[in-house]
């Protein structure tokens, strides 16, 4: 089969279950989460967010995979390539498992799909397991700034696993003063094509937040956003990430996080 994959949850989903050789054209976001293509044959084209007609067209697949998020522009331009298309669109961690054995079954490889599902039950398990018992910790985790944004209910489901509370809607807009009403004791953030970029000094320096129990005792974290944002089997990347910030004397410390007193300041 020939596939185009418009998003990287795609893609790093295919390459784990060993089909990428399956992709014939994929993003440059793709990219960045799956090192591979920049060794394969594999076209870049644009994503679900700014899809064009032709590109797809020009890959010649059989099939066309998107995934969130998207826009009603790029959709029709999707559809306009007159090609068979699956459109995910995962709220939850049950959803992405539904998804990860959808695209097994669709490029033969159920059992490997099966197989990474477990594989993220069980870390999950284990974790609701090693934190049981433990305070439960307000925590806010933020997708985006302006306007702020709450990260997805999958984020809120690894908090929650972790032992932790969720203040804010999941994936729903807020506002700087409705979180520091929560008072959140930890805040998260994984602005989506930042990496770990984002300047949590900035954030911690919004007038709202002034008293807020995180920002007081310091407790501000940038996640790099493929871990928070990418539904597939790398939210356990993020799931490492929140655990650790909430219990550094549990768990050992992961990559892909970064604290606001690090060294490595941005902003």
Same mark, same amino acid.
């Given at each position: 089969?020939?596939?185009?994959?418009?998003?990287?949850?795609?893609?790093? %989903?295919?390459?784990?279950?060993?089909?990428?050789?399956?992709?014939?054209?994929?993003?440059?976001?793709?990219?960045?989460?799956?090192?591979?293509?920049?060794?394969?044959?594999?076209?870049?084209?644009?994503?679900?967010?700014?899809?064009?007609?032709?590109?797809?067209?020009?890959?010649?697949?059989?099939?066309?995979?998107?995934?969130?998020?998207?826009?009603?522009?790029?959709?029709?331009?999707?559809?306009?390539?007159?090609?068979?298309?699956?459109?995910?669109?995962?709220?939850?961690?049950?959803?992405?498992?539904?998804?990860?054995?959808?695209?097994?079954?669709?490029?033969?490889?159920?059992?490997?799909?099966?197989?990474?599902?477990?594989?993220?039950?069980?870390?999950?398990?284990? %974790?609701?397991?090693?934190?049981?018992?433990?305070?439960?910790?307000?925590?806010?985790?933020?997708?985006?700034?302006?306007?702020?944004?709450?990260?997805?209910?999958?984020?809120?489901?690894?908090?929650?696993?972790?032992?932790?509370?969720?203040?804010?809607?999941?994936?729903?807009?807020?506002?700087?003063?409705?979180?520091?009403?929560?008072?959140?004791?930890?805040?998260? %953030?994984?602005?989506?094509?930042?990496?770990?970029?984002?300047?949590?000094?900035?954030?911690?320096?919004?007038?709202?937040?002034?008293?807020?129990?995180?920002?007081?005792?310091?407790?501000?974290?940038?996640?790099?956003?493929?871990?928070?944002?990418?539904?597939?089997?790398?939210?356990?990347?993020?799931?490492?990430?929140?655990?650790?910030?909430?219990?550094?004397?549990?768990?050992?410390?992961?990559?892909?996080?970064?604290?606001?007193?690090?060294?490595?300041?941005?902003?």
């Amino acid at each position: 089969m020939r596939i185009v994959s418009l998003q990287p949850s795609i893609t790093v %989903t295919l390459a784990e279950l060993g089909a990428l050789d399956q992709v014939v054209a994929c993003t440059r976001y793709c990219r960045e989460v799956c090192p591979e293509i920049a060794q394969g044959r594999q076209v870049i084209i644009r994503d679900t967010w700014t899809a064009k007609a032709e590109e797809i067209m020009a890959a010649s697949p059989d099939l066309v995979i998107a995934s969130v998020p998207y826009r009603m522009e790029s959709l029709a331009e999707i559809l306009k390539a007159g090609v068979r298309v699956l459109a995910l669109a995962p709220k939850s961690l049950a959803e992405v498992y539904g998804d990860i054995r959808t695209l097994a079954s669709l490029v033969g490889r159920s059992d490997a799909g099966e197989k990474l599902v477990r594989g993220m039950q069980d870390e999950l398990a284990q %974790t609701r397991e090693a934190t049981c018992g433990r305070r439960a910790q307000r925590v806010f985790c933020e997708e985006w700034s302006k306007p702020i944004i709450a990260s997805q209910r999958w984020v809120a489901e690894m908090v929650q696993a972790a032992g932790g509370i969720v203040v804010g809607e999941p994936g729903q807009q807020t506002t700087a003063r409705t979180v520091a009403a929560m008072d959140p004791e930890l805040i998260l %953030t994984a602005w989506p094509g930042t990496g770990e970029n984002v300047p949590l000094r900035k954030l911690a320096a919004r007038e709202e937040w002034t008293e807020v129990t995180a920002i007081r005792e310091r407790r501000i974290y940038c996640v790099d956003d493929a871990l928070f944002n990418t539904p597939a089997h790398t939210l356990l990347g993020g799931l490492r990430a929140i655990r650790w910030a909430m219990h550094p004397d549990l768990f050992p410390r992961p990559s892909g996080i970064r604290w606001i007193d690090d060294e490595r300041q941005i902003g």
